[in-house]
């Protein structure tokens, strides 16, 4: 490449990274500034909003349920999916496929959309099982599905399943101590990155709640609102941050390690994990 | 361009003068200065990293030097950008456009130049042709080997009627056999189209089989430039002795003007070598065993330990106790040799060239 | 069913440890397993049956369905209602505009980031930083971009103290260019994401070739990259058009009052607050939803696999 070229393509790439950049910092910047400020004009700023969370009783009842969501749904997901995909990979092979076909399903049905079937079912639900928040589980579970079986697939390729089974198998092993001791250790990560995701789509989740009228955190969030700005904006920042917090450790600590020179593919199978599940990144809102 | 028509003496002068070129802290140019005559195909070998990638880019105008003038057929182009130098170029591999078909491929540069539509595909059928692909003018680049490709490759970039040709290590990604047959392919066309082509290679074969001549680089700087067999013959440097071909490290003492290796006295290349312990650059071929009654340990008697059957020649390792040499003979000579066998050295009296380096270790 | 080694040596592990048991226990294992490695899939399908599939069912029935259970075709014409219309001109239109705003700016922060390192630390953050805010949505995505173009925002109130003030005719962040706006912030990532692997497939020596070959900048761009990239820059847009399109939080955020768009008017129909409740019409216009994005989801699939086989 010739020199012009070369400081012509520098100066886009500055150009575009300082303009999308402010584009995506200054929204969360403008949350912080938000939720410090004083409430009169020109009072000084204050701590108010993210000291008033505590003293929300409906914020703080929401936070439990979506963080006791979120640890049900993610246990929930690994209990269903693992020994399922372990299982059909070891005795089934010829319904992988189907498998994943079911699983990335939730990924072109919108999540507006599904929730008008599960109405219905959530009536059912309520007048003979229970009509506690945490049932949100089984829809979440579903919500989850696309994304954790990604991130379970990509590890269990890595692994050689089969052999591995079969040697524990052969040593005595029984299925449950295969599962247990043999394939969950050798794909932490992947077990890691499953939870992960499903932890932040489940705090961030709305749409599920909110039609099928329960509060959960985003619902709690958007009622607050009306009565105090300051203080649903600092619950937003903190929930947001935590789920940034976790999304960050799943890019870059949670996924499979590489060999140093596979670093390249390793950046283009992020990509591809998150595009394929980026079909309907909209399940979220 | 009928391939007739092209003909040998189209091509032009090429002249790099004194090129410089640094990438930061690390110069991949120390000066350059090479002179391809009209038609000539120079190849340019080197370990990677010697720079000759850098001067084949510099001349097609990718990149631009530091200093030094490129000048093709009289006139000065080193400010010329790439796209109108009107240079021909093959890549390593996979610089098809994978869009389009082997046909539209070599059709590209001449829709590019405003060829008509019918004379192009005249032209590109013409080029197929030439490279023995007619019958895949059709085809995708992920439809065809990687020898098909390359091909194509060269099709499209003759297609323009370029002045010059570069080839930049065309033949690397592709498997030996395809290989030694492509390249052979290459120097044909190139013969008949009689464009002044560079070749850059780090496969010595490569560059002694296809070129004119042979300029042998190291870190930047042009180290010898001659006929393969003088290259491969006359080693002018060290550094070209143990690049091409098989060398043998010996050690010996100069003294005035000659290397004493193991009793037997070899002239210099450089007479002038100061006197002293130096290791001598002795060829395999200038090796030759002899097997008689009068074994008496001493310094050229070893053992052999390997044989090595090339067809017509053969490579022979002997032990000598303190290291071992390589020798390769004519096979009907070598025949009474095999592992255990006591030999006697005989070192032809060619010139050889003392090593820069004596820390190395003997790479036979 | 094969593998019986397992039971073999867990028969002979538990019994006489004498073969012949061992032996004799294979086929008596292997019968009882087979029934066993079926119960290994229930969960699974049990569970996605009734909270997967029965769903599905259910709008599918239901929007073919009277109150009563008899077949109708009547929610279908009830989409052709005028309100329901409009919401649908204003999704394709939120859907459209997001996309081509989110890919342009994608592919050119996509262009930024393969033009780089591979390897550096800018591509890993930009990609790692894309995922997180691809999935940033809903409420609280509504709320950033509230406090800061809202009337009370902290950009919108420095700019008017700096003489410029983009609402000159009132706040448009609330109405269809507020949802235009805050969707491309998770639309752009999005796409640097699914667009990258194909900007990453383009090859230096395609740009080299053209040069070569007598092409310019623009050569290069028309009849190179541009050809090369397209399937995989309207498949990525697509997929751009059906995340929006699906889209709810943050538009039940932002806007309160009415339905605007499809998923607000689903909402609408499905609570009985607003009195309209219409619990078949939500069906159909679910349904609709989900052809929809299956339609353009299938092309961008077929569209990336056009691209697959170019750029490896």
């Known amino acids: ?285 | 361009m009928t391939t007739g028509a092209a003909g040998p003496g189209r091509g032009v002068e090429v002249r790099l003068d004194d090129l410089q070129r640094r990438y930061g802290n690390a110069t991949a140019l120390a000066g350059l200065t090479l002179t391809l005559a009209p038609g000539e195909l120079v190849a340019l070998l080197g370990p990677s990293g010697c720079g000759k990638t850098t001067a084949l880019r510099l001349l097609a105008g990718l990149e631009e030097p530091d200093s030094g003038r490129v000048v093709v057929d009289g006139v000065d182009v080193t400010n010329v950008p790439a796209n109108r130098r009107d240079i021909g170029m093959v890549f390593q591999a996979y610089s098809l456009f994978p869009h389009m078909s082997a046909m539209r491929n070599v059709e590209f540069g001449m829709q590019l130049h405003d060829v008509g539509p019918a004379e192009r595909r005249k032209r590109a059928g013409d080029m197929l042709e030439l490279v023995g692909l007619s019958a895949h003018a059709h085809k995708y680049a992920h439809q065809m080997s990687g020898g098909q490709q390359q091909r194509v490759a060269l099709a499209r970039a003759l297609a323009i009627e370029p002045k010059v040709l570069l080839l930049d290590e065309p033949l690397s990604a592709l498997d030996a056999k395809v290989r030694s047959r492509l390249r052979d392919e290459i120097r044909r066309v190139q013969l008949e189209v009689g464009t002044t082509t560079l070749f850059v290679t780090h496969d010595q074969e490569e560059a002694l089989a296809i070129a004119d001549r042979v300029g042998v680089m190291n870190a930047g700087r042009l180290e010898q430039l001659g006929p393969p067999t003088t290259i491969y013959s006359r080693p002018a440097t060290p550094f070209v002795a143990e690049f091409v071909g098989l060398t043998n490290r010996l050690a010996g003492v100069v003294k005035d003007g000659e290397v004493d290796v193991r009793g037997a006295r070899l002239p210099l290349v450089k007479p002038d070598t100061p006197n002293g312990p130096a290791i001598a650059l002795v060829r395999p071929e200038a090796v030759s065993l002899v097997v008689d009654g009068d074994m008496v340990p001493g310094p050229l008697i070893g053992t052999v330990i390997a044989t090595a059957f090339l067809g017509a020649t053969s490579r022979i390792t002997v032990d000598m106790g303190d290291g071992t040499v390589l020798a390769q003979m004519p096979t009907s000579e070598a025949g009474a040799l095999s592992a255990g066998t006591r030999v006697r050295l005989a070192l032809r009296k060619d010139p050889v060239l003392i090593a820069r380096d004596e820390s190395k270790p003997t790479e036979a | 069913m094969t593998a019986p080694l397992p039971d073999t040596t867990y028969v002979s592990g538990r019994g006489s440890g004498s073969t012949a048991i061992a032996a004799a226990g294979r086929p008596i294992a292997g019968s009882r397993r087979l029934s066993l490695t079926w119960v290994g899939l229930v969960p699974f399908f049990i569970y996605t049956g009734l909270f997967l599939f029965l769903p599905t069912l259910i709008i599918v029935v239901g929007s073919l369905t009277t109150k009563d259970g008899a077949f109708t075709t009547a929610n279908f014409s009830g989409i052709a209602q005028s309100y329901l219309v409009k919401a649908f001109g204003a999704s394709i239109t939120i859907s459209a505009a997001s996309a081509a705003i989110g890919a342009i700016g994608g592919a050119l922060l996509a262009y930024a980031v393969a033009t780089g390192n591979p390897r550096g630390i800018l591509r890993r953050t930009v990609t790692s930083a894309s995922g997180v805010f691809a999935q940033f949505g809903g409420v609280t995505l509504a709320f950033a971009f509230i406090a800061t173009v809202g009337y009370t925002g902290v950009v919108y109130l420095f700019l008017k103290d700096h003489g410029l003030d983009f609402y000159p005719k009132g706040v448009w962040l609330y109405d269809l260019p507020g949802l235009i706006l805050i969707y491309t912030y998770f639309q752009i990532p999005l796409m640097l994401i699914v667009f990258l692997p194909a900007l990453d497939g383009i090859r230096p020596q395609w740009r080299e070739a053209t040069e070569s070959l007598g092409g310019g900048t623009w050569h290069y761009w028309r009849y190179v990259a541009g050809p090369l990239l397209a399937p995989s820059f309207l498949g990525c847009t697509l997929l751009l058009f059906a995340n929006s399109f699906s889209a709810y939080a943050t538009a039940a955020a932002l806007i309160t009052q009415g339905g605007v768009i499809v998923p607000l008017q689903i909402a609408n129909l499905l609570t009985s607050e607003t009195g309209r409740a219409a619990p078949g019409l939500a069906k159909s216009l679910a349904l609709a939803m989900i052809v929809v994005v299956l339609v353009v989801t299938t092309l961008y699939t077929l569209l990336q696999r056009r691209t697959s086989q170019w750029v490896r």
Do not use: H
Not at chain 1, 161 to 178: D, F, M, P, Q
């Open chain 1, 1 to 285: 490449m010739t020199r012009s070229r070369r400081f012509k393509l520098q100066l886009f790439r500055i150009t575009i990274f300082i303009v999308l950049g402010a584009f995506f910092l200054v929204p969360i910047g403008a949350m912080l500034e938000f939720s410090t400020r004083g409430n009169a004009i020109n009072a000084p700023r204050n701590l108010d909003a993210w000291k008033n969370i505590v003293q929300t009783p409906d914020l703080v009842s929401a936070i439990t349920a979506s963080l006791e969501l979120a640890v049900i749904t993610c246990l929930a997901m690994l209990v269903l999916l693992l020994p399922t995909m372990v299982w059909v990979r070891l005795r089934f092979p010829q319904l992988n496929r189907a498998i994943e076909f079911i699983c990335l399903i939730p990924l072109t049905v919108p999540a507006i959309a599904l929730v008008v079937g599960m109405v219905p079912i959530y009536r059912w639900i309520n007048i003979n099982l229970s009509d506690s928040i945490l049932t949100l589980a089984f829809a979440y579970l579903i919500l989850v599905l696309p994304y954790s079986y990604r991130a379970l697939d990509a590890g269990l390729s890595a692994i050689d399943l089969k052999t591995l089974s079969e040697a524990a198998r052969s040593l005595g092993a029984r299925w449950g101590t295969v599962m247990l001791r043999v394939v969950v250790p050798n794909m932490s990560s992947a077990i890691l990155n499953a939870s992960l995701i499903s932890v932040a789509l489940v705090l961030g989740e709305f749409t599920f709640a909110n039609l099928l009228a329960y509060e959960n955190l985003q619902v709690a969030i958007n009622y607050v609102s009306l009565v105090d700005a300051g203080t649903s904006i600092a619950v937003a920042v903190a929930a947001l941050l935590f789920a940034f917090a976790l999304l960050m450790i799943l890019s870059f600590v949670g996924r499979p390690p590489v060999p140093v020179a596979k670093a390249e593919d390793a950046d283009f199978e992020l990509g591809k994990t998150v595009s394929l599940s980026g079909g309907l990144v909209g399940r979220a809102r």
